[in-house]
């Protein structure tokens, strides 16, 4: 998941970014700042390539996958306007990326028949529901032990945190599969 761990690094640094300097000074470090005060969707969307940059491999496909899969979840989440976002819920947006980078990551290692699934689709779409389900929870139990919310952090402080909250997040997984099993 080397891909997805240094998107998420990247979003980590940005959104640290917003949270110390604000959403206009953090869009400008990147460029952006035409996309302040735009429709949050807009300002993700301008962000893909800074947050997921292009690439040929599979782990990079992951990545920008999941980064979509984020944007349309927003809304959702009650993600409607980034000029007002506060440190929890930028929190949200990052817990959102590394459960959809991870799900994706899961779901072609079913696709690679590396994981297997019930062959009844209602069956095997209840899975992947619960599987959403509890990778979120995961990676906000390893974001909440990690870090009391998005703060002040460098680009290397970003990566150390998140390569922790992917190993945390996979460790939970692991042991609740074993669980599972025994």
Do not use: W
């Not at 470090?29 to 035409?34: C, K, S, T, V, Y």
């Not at 990778?135 to 290397?156: K, W, Y």
């Amino acid at each position: 998941m080397g891909a997805a761990r240094q998107s998420s690094a990247r979003l980590a640094t940005f959104l640290s970014g917003a949270s110390v300097n604000g959403p206009r000074a953090a869009l400008q470090a990147l460029n952006l700042g035409n996309l302040a005060g735009r429709p949050i969707e807009e300002i993700f969307i301008g962000m893909m390539d800074y947050v997921c940059p292009e690439g040929g491999s599979i782990d990079a496909s992951i990545s920008r996958e999941a980064f979509i899969e984020t944007i349309t979840d927003l809304a959702d989440n009650g993600l409607t306007d980034f000029d007002t976002l506060n440190a929890e819920q930028l929190q949200t947006i990052l817990e959102l990326y590394a459960t959809h980078a991870i799900e994706a990551r899961l779901c072609n290692d079913i696709g690679s028949k590396i994981v297997s699934l019930p062959s009844n689709v209602a069956d095997a779409e209840s899975v992947q529901s619960q599987l959403f389900d509890f990778i979120r929870r995961s990676v906000s139990d390893a974001l909440t032990a990690g870090l009391a919310g998005v703060q002040a952090m460098t680009t290397a402080m970003a990566q150390t945190f998140v390569d922790g909250v992917y190993e945390q997040a996979f460790s939970i997984l692991e042991s609740m599969g074993e669980a599972e099993e025994g």
